[in-house]
T-cell receptor, first 117, second 111 residues
């Protein structure tokens, strides 16, 4: 499809397990974002890539969270030693170039729902 | 930490009623966006407002950016069941790419 694609859509992980979430942005989009959305809340920023460069990782909650985009297209968000508080929807988003100051629209994927038991 | 507080948190109304959702902050933003999110989906952009005092209309939806660019409102006229969803405001700061999302307003419009 033409939209942002995320996989898996649903993941149940045992506490302490490592998980990897994949994001396929819209083809040609330079900017890629990861957000975390807890149930009933607004999304919270995790990290931002411009092509393969991770320019902002200020939102990553701990060193258990790691994101990469090695070839400037597909991105993976990895969570090591998952904990119950990591349970959330992880949203990936992309835009053609920059949001600020260019004002490009950000397109979100459907999200990966992670439940840690 | 910048906060965008939305009110009300939850709104349940009948089809045909009007409503207003508020998005308030103590911080100034270079622009503000409104999104609607349906269950199991990602947020979808409705509008971006950039200039203080700006008003934009999208069919039955009217968006306003405060003069000081710290707050915004979304007004829906004659709400329909298809308007049901989670409405999110999000601020953008000059020089930064990330969105700062509001706390969200969940709207339920019953037939």
């Amino acid at each position: 499809g033409a939209g942002v694609s995320q996989s898996p859509r649903y993941k149940v992980a045992k506490r302490g397990q490592d998980v990897a979430l994949r994001c396929d942005p819209i083809s040609g989009h330079v900017s890629l974002f990861w957000y975390q959305q807890a149930l009933g809340q607004g999304p919270e920023f995790l990290t931002y890539f411009q092509n393969e460069a991770q320019l902002d990782k200020s939102g990553l909650p701990s060193d258990r969270f790691f994101a990469e985009r090695p070839e400037g297209s597909v991105s993976t968000l990895k969570i090591q030693r998952t904990q119950q508080e990591d349970s959330a929807v992880y949203l990936c988003a992309s835009s053609f170039t920059t949001v600020e100051p260019s004002g490009n629209t950000i397109y979100f994927g459907e999200g990966s729902w992670l439940t840690v038991v | 930490t910048q906060l965008l507080e939305q009110s009300p948190q939850f709104l349940s109304i009948q089809e045909g009623e009007n409503l207003t959702v508020y998005c308030n902050s103590s911080s100034v933003f270079s622009s503000l966006q409104w999104y609607r999110q349906e269950p199991g989906e990602g947020p979808v952009l409705l509008v971006t407002v950039v200039t203080g005092g700006e008003v934009k209309k999208l069919k039955r939806l009217t968006f306003q950016f405060g003069d000081a660019r710290k707050d915004s409102s979304l007004h829906i006229t004659a709400a329909q069941p298809g308007d049901t969803g989670l409405y999110l405001c999000a601020g953008v700061n000059t020089g930064f790419q990330k969105l700062v999302f509001g706390t969200g307003t969940r709207l339920l419009v019953s037939p």
